[in-house]
């Protein structure tokens, strides 16, 4: 019960754990921490063979913190040829969509605040706007309306490949029910976690260290695209795209990690104390690098991340030449 930040579990009358889904967010952490391993998530890796088994063109796309999951010796390229073995069809970075919601939050953060709203939060972190929305309802138009990494890599792909099965793999158990909202149609049709990843790569015996890398190599991701999986990139991505359009602009910057520290980043934020910034939440201490389908130790993964970010052709979102097909994506 500890580790849940929204106070979301409590015992039955016979003192068996019990969650509250008014209040649970889907963060994850309590599969992590419960030491009985007594909590689970509903897995979709059954789906995702099926869906191969009937020559569907099934497409992955790998989330930010994908890095150094699979291996000290399991580079992208790697991990590309490896997917590809099972029988994936392509291998596609998130990291490509996190360019485009950068561009997109900034382009909201420079029209909305302050003159339309006291401050902004971040959208790609879905425990954290949804904890926001549940606990803080009087901000809810306060959180970014811009569209997730994932579903944004998810149109990007859908628009060339309109009947591919599109599965997200990624460090997070809330994706799984931001990929099913009905809300927002995610074009997301599986979901699963690096952890269940690594469970398919052990069945097949595919080794990924020693596989030859995929002479396609990776996307034409950013830097800051890239270092969206650590705690604070977010946030930095989308100062670094208004100071490249604006160099004198200040972008006040404040954030939390774990939902304990984002609800008390909220509470402040209802006293005035983060008027005119920018708000990144994330559910997950660390980033997305600490979820709950994660398998490496957080600083470890975190160095992978900004070691494999460091090496992109680009720095800035702005500069991809995905952020032209933007507006085709926003509807």
Known sequence: AGACGMDAIGSDELGRAKIDYDKCVSCGMCLVNCPFAAIADKSQILQVITAMQRNEE?????????????????????????????????????AIGADLCTV??????????????????????????????????????????????????????????????????GPCAAKKLEAMRKSVRSEVDFVLTFEEMDGIFDAKHVDIENIEEDPEGVNDASTDGRNFAVAGGVAKSVADVIHAKYPDKEVKIANAEGLKECRQLLKMATLGKYNGYL????????????????????KKSQAAVNLYASKAKHKNSNETEHVKELDKLVY
């Not at 902004?120 to 970014?144: H, N, Q, R």
């Open 104 to 169: 997109e939050e900034a382009k909201d953060f420079l029209e909305e605040v302050p003159e339309k709203q006291p401050f902004m939060g971040t959208s790609c972190c879905p425990a954290w706007s949804v904890m926001a929305k549940k606990l803080f309802p009087e901000f809810k138009d306060y959180i970014s309306m811009a569209l997730t990494p994932m579903v944004l890599t998810a149109r990007l792909i859908k628009r060339e490949h309109p009947d591919a099965k599109i599965v997200f793999i």
């Open 58 to 94: 099934v497409i992955a796309c790998v989330a930010p913190a994908f890095v150094g999951q699979f291996g000290k010796e399991a580079t992208p390229a790697k991990l590309k040829a490896a997917m590809r073995r099972l029988g994936f069809a392509d291998v596609v970075e998130v």
């Open 279 to 298: 708000l990144e939440g994330m559910a997950c201490p660390g980033g997305c690098v600490a979820g709950a389908g994660t398998m490496q130790p957080v």
